[in-house]
């Protein structure tokens, strides 16, 4: 008999901002509401003093809350702009 390959789809999107995106940056929802490192040892073992954890926090949830990027622009007149990387001639 064949067996039938089960089809995993691969153009799930995971939304900005959503609960799964927190998850994926290793954010918790704490007691109070608030967003809380899922696993803060490695970080306390480096900076017994918290400030290390504090600061990486900060981050998670400043990218979880920032938004979605805007696209890089075209102008060179506007901000944002990112002139073209150079490619090497071919030989």
Not at 23 to 41: A, C, N
């Amino acid at each position: 008999m064949a067996h039938k390959e089960k089809k995993v789809d691969h153009t799930r999107i995971i939304e900005h901002g959503s609960e799964e995106h927190a998850l994926m940056l290793g954010l918790v929802k704490g007691e109070d509401g608030g967003y809380e490192l899922e696993d803060p040892t490695p970080y306390i073992q480096i900076d017994p003093s918290g400030r290390l954890e504090e600061h990486i926090l900060q981050q998670k949830i400043n990218e979880l809350t920032k938004g979605i990027p805007e696209p890089q622009s075209e102008d060179p007149t506007k901000p944002g702009y990112g002139p073209p990387l150079w490619v090497p001639p071919s030989a």
